[in-house]
Nanobody, 115 residues
Framework: QVQLVESGGGLVQPGGSLRLSCEAS????????MGWFRQGPGKQRQLVAL???????NYADAVKGRFTISRDNAKNTVLLQMNILKVEDTAVYYC?????????WGQGTQVTVSS
C-alpha cells in the first residue's frame, strides 16, 4: 500500500497563496493519475485537481485559473499551487492516487483562508 504524505497547509489571508505537496512512498509513474480532493466543513469530499501519468490535467470549476497541479516524477511528488485563495477554499485537502481500480489517500492537510 502506497503512503501519501501531504504538507504545506496552513492559515492564509484571502488573496494569498499556498503550495501543497504530496510525496509518495513509491514511483508516481506507476499510477494512472494523482490529484487533490478537499472536504470543507459540512461538505462532501470533492475533486480539486487531477493530473494523469501523461500530464493531462483536470480542475474543478471553482479553482480554474487560480490553482495549478504539477508533478515531479524524480521526487515522486505532486504539487498544488493555490493562488488568489478565497474563504470558501477552506477545507482539508487530501492527496489521491489511483492505479487501476485501487485508490489511495493521504491523511489530509488543513487549509484555512481567513482574515
Amino acid at each position: 500500500q502506497v503512503q501519501l504524505v501531504e504538507s504545506g497547509g496552513g492559515l492564509v489571508q484571502p488573496g494569498g497563496s499556498l503550495r501543497l505537496s504530496c510525496e509518495a512512498s513509491e514511483s508516481i509513474l506507476s499510477f494512472d493519475a494523482m490529484g487533490w480532493f478537499r472536504q470543507g466543513p459540512g461538505k462532501q469530499r470533492q475533486l480539486v485537481a487531477l493530473i494523469t501519468n501523461f500530464g493531462g490535467t483536470n480542475y474543478a470549476d471553482a479553482v480554474k485559473g487560480r490553482f495549478t497541479i504539477s508533478r515531479d516524477n524524480a521526487k515522486n511528488t505532486v504539487l498544488l499551487q493555490m493562488n488568489i485563495l478565497k474563504v470558501e477554499d477552506t477545507a482539508v485537502y487530501y492527496c489521491y492516487a489511483v492505479r487501476g481500480p485501487q485508490p489511495s489517500w493521504g491523511q489530509g492537510t488543513q487549509v484555512t483562508v481567513s482574515s
